[in-house]
């Protein structure tokens, strides 16, 4: 099955929590440090500043632990303060993830899945 085909079939995919360092830019140029709280084989849920809105897309740079960094562009599908976390997050899918970024990310997503599962 080619990785696009994955992608696209997220529904059958559970999110997975993480703790990942990340840098992030926003089109208007401001950049702003976070964390990605979870990610599934479409996306990820991040740490963002006040004022982000579903719509924007960010440039997304991430941290993977074993596979190394990874740079994505983010579409924002949702954002808000999250009082429970005392912070903004939002939830976002990857556009137009280039083949190498999405090899690095899927490979990151099974190793996670594998550790939860006890493999």
Not at 50 to 59: C, D, K, M, P
Request: proline share 3%; with cysteine; aromatic share 8%.
């Amino acid at each position: 099955m080619k990785l696009d085909n994955i992608l696209n079939e997220s529904r059958e995919w559970r999110r997975i929590d993480v703790d990942l360092a990340a840098k992030g830019k926003m089109t208007t140029g401001k950049s702003f440090e976070s964390r990605v709280v979870n990610i599934n084989p479409d996306g990820v849920c991040f740490v963002v500043p006040q004022g982000v809105a579903a719509g924007q897309e960010v440039r997304l740079v991430m941290e993977l632990p074993a596979i190394g960094k990874m740079e994505a562009r983010v579409k924002i599908s949702w954002a808000g303060y999250l009082e429970q976390y005392k912070h903004v997050r939002a939830g976002g899918k990857f556009e137009d993830l280039p083949e190498k970024e999405k090899e690095k990310f899927l490979r990151y997503y099974h190793l996670k899945v594998m550790s939860s599962m006890g493999g």
